[in-house]
């Protein structure tokens, strides 16, 4: 009976697929605020054309990538004399997402952030919003995206930012924190070749200050610190993930690269690149295997202000804020997401993870890879609560504790996946 239902399907694609049949009508439906012009710009069926079942599941998989898209599905109906209709049916996300985040520094100081980014502005996917954030020093960013601003192909991003922080400078083997301000503004060109391969080239003029506030103190770094700058930085995104609401299997390759020049041999000028190799693998029914590999480095420059760092946040769940710096960076984060209860819109998944990292200090050589005191070793579980119809809405929990030399503990919230 298997094989009898086995072969009944592969017959019915091969009288769908097998044939010169063409696409007669071509419908979309479901989609609400996202709009169909637009839908029609970044799809490749067409009316008219061959019926191609290679062309509809890449279009599946390019609309599940949108943020406005939480899943899409199609329906292929056979007409007379070799005609057929297409159906793509659209959910949507919900994508005015306000964001609200409370933590603490290194100082139990209490800090926030608030925020709120339109993912579909005016139906064509375009992003824009911003936030407020109060860490010890006020800090906001206005950020604008829109990657089909001008065909399926070309867009344009426009940031800028004014960030204040309280920074961790490392040297002598002791610390120095300094109140760090980076006021930029930013043009980036974005072309698309295909929905996998993505292109982006942008242009970042920036000014950078450090200002001594307690610490450690030595005659060759200064206490007080400014330098105009501008970066030029090429981005290459290759994309083939998959999205089945919360699951995701596929591969994707992010690769960064930057030049930064400076008006101070204080901060020297560097070339800085990463590449980011994301792998996504569904395990059962209920089950997401990810992992993430970063390696980079940048000019060996021997300067406490080293761009490379060890953070809770970026990289290393529970090792504590910036604890480190350097030149050169190998991290592997990989975890095993669970679903644990799902219903309607809402998903609760539980995780175990392990983050490992090391890093080429300042002016080191590459075996500093391999130094003791380098490696960074976590463990740790977590939560994460999801619902389903709106972008990004993942609140995330990690407990991270330290299993290598001189290990730490601690609490890691965020919104959005690790990575």
Request: hydrophobic fraction near 35%; aromatic fraction near 16%; glycine fraction near 8%.
């Amino acid at each position: 009976m298997r094989l009898f239902i086995l072969l009944l399907f592969l017959g019915s694609q091969y009288l769908i697929f097998g044939q010169n049949v063409l696409v007669e009508e071509f419908k979309i439906q479901g989609n609400k605020k996202l709009k169909t012009s637009f839908i029609n710009k970044v799809t490749l069926l067409k009316a008219g054309i061959t019926l191609d079942s290679l062309i509809i599941e890449n279009d599946m998989i390019r609309l599940k990538q949108l943020p406005s898209v939480s899943h899409a599905t199609y329906k292929v109906i056979l007409l007379n004399n070799n005609q057929s209709q297409v159906v793509y049916t659209i959910e949507e996300n919900f994508t005015i997402i306000p964001s609200v985040n409370v933590y603490t520094t290194n100082e139990d100081e209490f800090a926030y952030r608030i925020g709120l980014y339109e993912f579909n502005l005016f139906g064509q996917n375009m992003i824009f919003g911003g936030f407020y954030q109060k860490d010890i020093y006020s800090s906001y960013a206005v950020n604008f995206r829109a990657p089909y601003l001008f065909n399926r192909q070309f867009g344009l991003a426009v940031n800028h930012q004014n960030l204040a922080t309280q920074e961790p400078v490392f040297f002598d083997d002791t610390t120095a924190d300094y109140k760090y301000q980076n006021k930029s503004f930013e043009v980036i060109s974005l072309y698309e070749y295909n929905f996998q391969n993505k292109f982006e080239l942008g242009l970042n003029i920036f000014t950078e200050q450090y200002d001594y506030k307690s610490g450690a103190t030595n005659p060759e770094v200064p206490l007080n610190l400014k330098a105009n700058k501008f970066l030029v930085k090429g981005i290459y995104d290759y994309n083939n993930l998959d999205y089945y609401y919360q699951y995701v299997t596929g591969f994707r390759s992010l690769l960064n690269i930057q030049y930064v020049n400076s008006s101070t041999d204080l901060l020297p000028n560097f070339v800085i690149g990463w590449n980011d190799f994301h792998l996504y693998k569904r395990l059962g029914k209920s089950g997401n295997w990810a992992s993430r590999l970063r390696l980079g480095l940048s000019s060996n420059n021997d300067t406490p202000f080293a761009p490379f760092s060890v953070d809770n946040n970026i990289n290393i769940r529970g090792v504590g804020n910036t604890i480190d710096r350097g030149t050169g960076s190998i991290v592997l984060n990989t975890e095993y997401r669970h679903t644990l209860y799902e219903k309607n819109w809402f998903v609760m998944q539980g995780n175990v993870f392990l983050d490992s990292g090391t890093w080429r200090n300042p002016g080191g050589d590459l075996s500093d890879f391999t130094n003791a005191d380098n490696v960074k070793v976590y463990s740790g579980l977590g939560l994460r609560f999801i619902h389903k119809k709106i972008f990004n809405a993942i609140f995330r929990i990690d407990y991270g504790f330290g299993i290598s030399k001189n290990g730490t503990q601690g609490l890691v919230f965020g919104i959005g996946q690790y990575f």
